[in-house]
């Protein structure tokens, strides 16, 4: 972990793991927002506020929602574990049963009205055995790598993609002085860009991006990458869909019809793999463990309660996962709380996708 954040005096995984065993979303979350101060990153420049500031500065400030991936919807589920992820690490979560899930679909940015896109990218997060002090949560997107390695790659990459008024797009010359500046940028778009997206939520592959170290009964630790690769068949990204939730509608329909499945993979380094760069893809030869069944069967709208009150803070983690150096990782941990901390005193907005009826 950077420097900058290993200064505080008290234990941060005691602090999160302590309130989730009280149980309350509340309490949790704010028992993270003392991680939500000092600079991000070892530069010293950035701060979480300097995140917040930024989106809303892109985004527009739309109280009572978060900062980034706004448009969301709540689901819960279960995951079957099959024991495979057990050699790698000692979590009870990789153990072999079943372990009662929350998460949330979304869509990125700040705006919770945006209309669906095919060529958005899609999020999923994840809360293994909320609200329990063991728990591990995880927030996917069904890309192959992250577009920036740093959190000052982040805050520049989200300036730049400012829509400009007169267009609805991001400035172009901004844009080309982003890439210029974060060559990594450059090339992991090239790798995004080669792998178009499927029809939606459902049949979309979703990667934790960052690795993380997996740690087994006799403390050996070892990188991971995970992922949820669909079990439902998939389709080609249409255009564009019928309504300005189409997106989220397929997804209702889908999962009301029946429970939907990923596998969850889990990707192991090799010596000459790079843990702290999220913008790197491992080779695809790396050996793969099939760790089980992740198992969705209900959705229903963001209100007081569900997943739409879940931080779904990285560093949360059970025992036998710990992160990397990725400095991505403490930088996002504090982003989360801080958008917590806005968003918690503020009265919610009504969410733009209603999961009680399929709009269109």
Same mark, same amino acid.
């Given at each position: 972990?950077?420097?900058?954040?290993?200064?505080s005096?008290i234990?941060?995984r005691?602090?999160?793991?302590?309130?989730?065993?009280i149980?309350g979303?509340?309490?949790?979350?704010?028992?993270?927002?003392?991680y939500?101060?000092?600079?991000?990153?070892?530069g010293?420049?950035l701060?979480?506020?300097?995140?917040i500031?930024?989106?809303?500065h892109v985004?527009?400030?739309?109280?009572g929602?978060r900062?980034n991936?706004a448009k969301?919807?709540?689901?819960?589920?279960?995951?079957?574990?099959?024991?495979?992820?057990?050699?790698?690490?000692r979590?009870?979560?990789l153990?072999?049963g079943?372990?009662?899930?929350?998460?949330?679909?979304?869509?990125?940015?700040?705006?919770?009205?945006v209309?669906?896109?095919?060529?958005?990218?899609?999020g999923l997060?994840l809360?293994?055995?909320y609200?329990?002090?063991?728990?591990?949560?995880?927030?996917m997107?069904?890309?192959?790598?992250?577009?920036?390695?740093?959190p000052?790659?982040?805050? !520049?990459?989200?300036?730049?993609?400012?829509? #400009?008024?007169?267009?609805?797009?991001p400035?172009? &010359? *901004?844009m @080309?002085?982003? $890439?210029?500046?974060?060559?990594?940028?450059?090339r992991?778009?090239?790798?995004?860009?080669?792998?178009p997206?499927?029809?939606?939520?459902a049949?979309?592959?979703?990667?934790?991006l960052?690795a993380?170290?997996?740690?087994?009964?006799?403390?050996n630790?070892?990188?991971v990458?995970?992922?949820?690769v669909p079990?439902?068949?998939?389709?080609?990204?249409?255009?564009?869909?019928?309504?300005?939730?189409?997106?989220?509608?397929?997804?209702i329909?889908?999962i009301?019809?029946?429970p939907?499945?990923?596998?969850?993979?889990?990707?192991?380094a090799?010596?000459? !793999?790079?843990?702290?760069?999220?913008?790197? #893809?491992w080779?695809?030869?790396?050996?793969?463990? &099939? *760790?089980? @069944?992740?198992? $969705?069967?209900a959705?229903e709208p963001?209100r007081?309660?569900?997943?739409?009150?879940?931080?779904?803070?990285p560093?949360?983690?059970?025992?036998?996962?710990?992160p990397?150096?990725?400095p991505?990782?403490?930088a996002?941990?504090?982003?989360?709380a801080?958008?917590?901390?806005?968003r918690a005193?503020?009265?919610?907005?009504?969410?733009?996708?209603?999961?009680?009826?399929v709009?269109?």
């Amino acid at each position: 972990m950077p420097p900058s954040w290993a200064d505080s005096a008290i234990d941060r995984r005691s602090v999160l793991l302590g309130a989730a065993a009280i149980g309350g979303f509340l309490a949790l979350h704010l028992g993270s927002v003392a991680y939500a101060r000092g600079p991000v990153g070892s530069g010293g420049r950035l701060t979480p506020q300097s995140f917040i500031d930024a989106f809303q500065h892109v985004n527009g400030v739309h109280r009572g929602f978060r900062r980034n991936h706004a448009k969301g919807v709540s689901v819960t589920g279960y995951f079957e574990s099959n024991g495979n992820g057990a050699d790698l690490s000692r979590a009870a979560v990789l153990r072999p049963g079943r372990t009662k899930l929350v998460g949330r679909f979304s869509l990125p940015g700040g705006n919770p009205t945006v209309a669906d896109t095919a060529g958005a990218n899609r999020g999923l997060a994840l809360a293994f055995g909320y609200p329990g002090s063991g728990q591990w949560r995880t927030a996917m997107l069904n890309i192959p790598v992250f577009t920036v390695n740093s959190p000052q790659g982040f805050y !520049d990459q989200l300036l730049a993609s400012k829509p #400009a008024a007169d267009t609805g797009k991001p400035d172009p &010359d *901004a844009m @080309t002085q982003f $890439l210029a500046a974060h060559p990594e940028a450059a090339r992991a778009r090239d790798v995004i860009k080669a792998q178009p997206p499927t029809s939606g939520f459902a049949d979309s592959t979703y990667r934790g991006l960052n690795a993380f170290l997996f740690a087994d009964t006799a403390g050996n630790a070892t990188p991971v990458r995970w992922s949820l690769v669909p079990m439902q068949p998939i389709g080609t990204a249409a255009a564009s869909g019928a309504g300005p939730n189409w997106m989220f509608d397929d997804l209702i329909t889908a999962i009301r019809r029946n429970p939907l499945r990923w596998r969850l993979m889990l990707t192991v380094a090799e010596p000459q !793999d790079d843990p702290n760069d999220a913008t790197v #893809a491992w080779p695809p030869e790396r050996r793969v463990v &099939d *760790a089980g @069944t992740v198992v $969705l069967d209900a959705v229903e709208p963001e209100r007081r309660g569900n997943a739409r009150d879940i931080n779904f803070d990285p560093l949360v983690l059970p025992d036998g996962i710990e992160p990397s150096d990725d400095p991505l990782l403490s930088a996002r941990s504090a982003v989360y709380a801080a958008s917590f901390r806005r968003r918690a005193g503020e009265t919610s907005g009504t969410p733009a996708v209603e999961a009680g009826a399929v709009s269109r």
